[in-house]
């Protein structure tokens, strides 16, 4: 990514994740799969949560009633337009919206670097998170 231009700005982002993975946490009550560019969970990194209980009136009303995504400090609730399976490759297509919010480009293209066994669990999890909530802010799946 060239740095002197902010990452929103970026026609694609495109990355290697060295760590990733699928989890559900009953005590956070949270339901994530994330990515980050190394190890140590330095450079990119992105999350998508949900909770694991149903949306009340107040989530409702603040517009918290489907999954987040989280970077660089900060959350977008819905987002994800499309998420493409490819192998070992996840290609995402995010709002406007949330790119612009997030500051991250539009697409961005992670190659999962890791175990079979994760990257089968990270792709079995995903759709659970980004097809949960308001249904007009459900990403489009393919190749799940």
Same mark, same amino acid.
Request: charged share 30%; aromatic share 8%; glycine share 10%.
């Given at each position: 990514?060239?740095?002197?231009?902010?990452?929103?700005?970026?026609?694609?982002?495109?990355?290697?994740?060295?760590?990733?993975?699928?989890?559900?946490?009953?005590?956070?009550?949270?339901?994530? *799969?994330?990515?980050?560019?190394?190890?140590?969970?330095?450079?990119?990194?992105?999350?998508?949560?949900?909770?694991?209980?149903?949306?009340?009136?107040?989530?409702?009303?603040?517009?918290?009633?489907?999954?987040?995504?989280?970077?660089?400090?900060?959350?977008?609730?819905?987002?994800?337009?499309?998420?493409?399976?490819?192998?070992?490759?996840?290609?995402?297509?995010?709002?406007? *919206?949330?790119?612009?919010?997030?500051?991250?480009?539009?697409?961005?293209?992670?190659?999962?670097?890791?175990?079979?066994? *994760?990257?089968?669990?990270?792709?079995?999890?995903?759709?659970?998170?980004?097809?949960?909530?308001?249904?007009?802010?459900? *990403?489009?799946?393919?190749?799940?």
């Amino acid at each position: 990514m060239d740095r002197d231009r902010r990452p929103e700005e970026e026609m694609m982002l495109e990355i290697t994740a060295r760590y990733f993975g699928y989890e559900e946490d009953d005590d956070d009550e949270v339901v994530e *799969a994330a990515l980050s560019e190394s190890l140590d969970g330095t450079g990119f990194v992105l999350s998508m949560q949900r909770t694991t209980y149903e949306p009340d009136d107040q989530d409702v009303s603040m517009g918290m009633d489907t999954y987040c995504l989280v970077s660089g400090g900060k959350s977008h609730y819905g987002g994800v337009l499309r998420a493409r399976r490819e192998g070992n490759l996840i290609h995402l297509v995010i709002s406007p *919206a949330a790119s612009s919010l997030l500051g991250l480009p539009e697409e961005i293209r992670a190659s999962l670097a890791g175990s079979p066994l *994760a990257i089968s669990e990270f792709f079995s999890g995903l759709p659970g998170i980004l097809q949960w909530g308001r249904r007009e802010d459900r *990403a489009e799946l393919i190749g799940f």
